[in-house]
């Protein structure tokens, strides 16, 4: 024991714990979600897992404790929260969703039962220290996803041992800050003519502008991929903006307390108001209203400097949330909430968590939601707006003439230098990283051979669900295949774990890269790869009445070739008969490889070999399965077999000029996808 304290008095620091505590809970809700949708995603519908969910709502529990809660539960509550958190990267989907939302359902019955026990300290320096080990876990969470090119470096292969270091700390610390808490609480008790017990009303108000920056967060900063995949917008530059502009927030607020208090109530509703609007238009200026298309094949306008700038000045601007939580917690402390008033408060609060991730899910997958599912097509803004709302109102419940008392804190950190010292180590981690991966190199390619891959890699899982990045990536490097079309490679948003499958395997390989349709748009993903520079690279878009389909064309030139490549992948419809999308998706597509030159054609076109689709395909393209000289199927998903060759779905197609050129084509790629991916080489020279 006595090691134990010397240990904790000498390492302890609640700005640090705070911040692992927030990055735990991002993981685990990242893992949670990502679990709920992979195993919805295999049976394309809506089922019991997602009852999952109702984790969330475990603060509502705290309405049995009259009289404060035990310590020793606490505790017990925190150390399964971190277990959880240890155990999760183990797991295979199913029991990953167990385990990750029972973790999160102790978080957030942790969380306001902490909150509970900071309101007998002083008000302003506990809201200040929530809010830096707020963004400190934010800047941990950004620089870990950079490091491991979009997932949580912490949770992956040999690089867990950095999580199970937080996680001992966090461990030890749960321990030593209720010891703490109970040695000072009589020193640090707020007078009782201080105490102004606030309306079950305003700690709603409170709680909910807290749980939306949370929110807000992990919608859209903890993983910088998420806004460059929305905008297109260099990865880096928005990579940079966002860690410069946090973390000059939080060395500030660490080094000068005092300047929180100095700021004017209509400065930070400014800052707020504009904050909101530059996120809106960002977001609206790269959704496409699909009820508002003339026609089609669509063609998006492309990037304006008026969108770019509306991106930079909400990037700039984004500190103004971390600041909003440390008003709203520190007003929250001020109120002196009884802990049944907290948990119901939470319980709300947790539920309106719940409604924002089901609509944000909502908009991606509306198509399947029976009934109301039409109201979320192209409506991820409203999601936005409402979000923004909650932050922002709730800011009128604090008290102005509490402003001031800011001034008075000294410090909130045992040493300014050094908590400053591993802020800037952590920042200059992520800037490094993307510095490092993001850049693709020239390859030894030559024009005597061209290898293309087609792969449905089904949002970077494998058949069960299991997110399977690295067995995907193994298939793809294995096959070293010159240029690469992904299908469903839509996984940066939370639904996928805010993970970027695109730049995993483009960062370790080091290719150029081209994301198809914006993520705004609730498309399927659609991607190009290729060891040659990409040139021209566009998305249009085809008419679809159900989900949304796209498709990629950009040219590529080997030798004195220049190749027109085009990805594409179709909306899956059973009877032509009744429902003539998918064809007119295929005719749609056809108009503009017309008349072009050696043109490849590849991805999931959910159609089978003579069906009207097919017929029309061939009658301008040749099927490469039936030009190659050489037809081979490798180990290929069970059930495969007997769709394979005749009830294919996954094609490439080629025009007249290179149809003798195929050579060899192959159906392969085992099990890491619910697909075989479709490898076919082009005999050269070019």
């Not at 876990?137 to 949770?155: C, E, K, M, P, Y």
């Not at 909130?412 to 800037?424: E, H, N, Y």
Request: hydrophobic share 50%; glycine share 8%.
């Amino acid at each position: 024991m006595e090691i134990y304290n010397k240990f904790v008095n000498k390492f302890y620091s609640e700005l640090v714990f705070l911040s692992i505590m927030f990055l735990f809970f991002f993981q685990l809700m990242t893992e949670f979600l990502e679990s709920i949708y992979a195993l919805n995603l295999i049976e394309v519908e809506l089922n019991e897992n997602v009852l999952a969910l109702l984790f969330l709502l475990t603060p509502f529990l705290l309405l049995f404790f009259k009289r404060g809660f035990p310590n020793k539960a606490f505790i017990a509550i925190g150390e399964i929260f971190v277990i959880c958190r240890v155990l999760q990267p183990f797991l295979d989907v199913q029991l990953k969703m167990l385990v990750t939302g029972l973790g999160l359902g102790c978080f957030m019955f942790f969380f306001p039962v902490y909150l509970h026990k900071k309101t007998k300290g002083n008000h302003e320096s506990n809201g200040i220290l929530l809010g830096a080990g707020l963004g400190l876990g934010l800047l941990l969470s950004i620089s870990l996803r950079t490091l491991g090119s979009s997932i949580d470096l912490s949770t992956y292969s040999w690089f867990m041992w950095i999580g199970w270091i937080l996680a001992i700390f966090a461990g030890l610390m749960i321990i030593h800050l209720v010891n703490s808490e109970q040695s000072s609480t009589s020193s640090n008790e707020v007078k009782k003519s201080d105490f102004k017990p606030a309306s079950k009303w305003k700690i709603i108000g409170l709680t909910l502008g807290m749980i939306s920056v949370i929110t807000l967060i992990y919608f859209v900063f903890s993983s910088p991929t998420i806004i460059a995949r929305w905008t297109e917008v260099n990865y880096i530059l928005i990579l940079t903006l966002l860690v410069l502009v946090n973390t000059a927030f939080i060395i500030l607020v660490i080094s000068n307390p005092g300047i929180i208090g100095k700021l004017k109530s209509y400065i930070v509703t400014i800052w707020n108001l504009t904050f909101i609007l530059t996120l809106i238009l960002t977001i609206l200026g790269n959704t496409i209203i699909f009820a508002f298309v003339p026609s089609y094949p669509f063609y998006p306008p492309g990037a304006n400097m008026l969108n770019e700038a509306m991106l930079m000045i909400m990037l700039v601007l984004s500190p103004i949330i971390l600041l909003d939580f440390i008003l709203l917690s520190s007003e929250l402390f001020r109120s002196r909430p009884g802990i049944r008033k907290l948990g119901g408060s939470f319980f709300v609060s947790s539920g309106f968590f719940l409604i924002m991730i089901l609509s944000a899910v909502f908009t991606i997958v509306w198509d399947y939601i029976p009934l109301i599912g039409d109201l979320f097509r192209d409506a991820i803004w409203v999601i936005f707006l409402i979000l923004g709302m909650f932050v922002f109102l709730p800011l009128f419940l604090i008290n102005k003439a509490s402003r001031g008392t800011f001034d008075s804190i000294n410090s909130i950190v045992k040493s300014k230098k050094k908590a400053s010292l591993i802020i800037v180590m952590i920042s200059l981690a992520s800037l490094i990283g993307a510095i490092v991966f993001e850049f693709p190199i020239d390859h030894d390619v030559s024009g005597d051979s061209l290898r293309v891959l087609s792969y449905n890699i089904q949002q970077g899982s494998d058949e069960p669900g299991n997110k399977n990045f690295d067995a995907q990536y193994q298939v793809i490097e294995d096959l070293n295949a010159d240029i690469i079309g992904l299908q469903e490679s839509d996984t940066c948003r939370i639904s996928s774990g805010n993970s970027d499958i695109v730049r995993f395997v483009s960062n370790r390989l080091k290719l150029y890269s081209y994301y198809g349709p914006k993520t705004l748009t609730g498309t399927f993903g659609i991607a190009l790869l290729s060891k040659y520079p990409i040139l021209n690279p566009k998305t249009f878009y085809m008419e679809s009445k159900g989900e949304q389909t796209a498709t990629i064309w950009a040219q590529i030139i080997v030798g004195s070739t220049t190749f027109n490549i085009f990805i594409t992948h179709l909306g899956n419809y059973e009877d032509p008969a009744e429902d003539r999308s998918q064809i007119i998706q295929q005719e749609n597509i056809l108009s503009v490889t017309n008349g072009l030159s050696n043109v490849i054609l590849m991805g999931d076109f959910n159609f089978e070999l003579g069906t009207e689709q097919y017929n029309i395909t061939v009658a301008q393209l040749y099927d490469c399965w039936e030009s190659s000289p050489t037809k081979t199927i490798g180990i290929v998903p069970e059930g495969w077999e007997t769709r394979l060759p005749d009830g294919r779905i996954d094609h490439i197609f080629v025009s007249g000029e290179l149809n003798t050129s195929v050579y060899s084509i192959t159906y392969t790629g085992g099990t890491a996808a619910d697909h075989p991916c479709v490898f076919m080489s082009l005999d050269g020279p070019f």
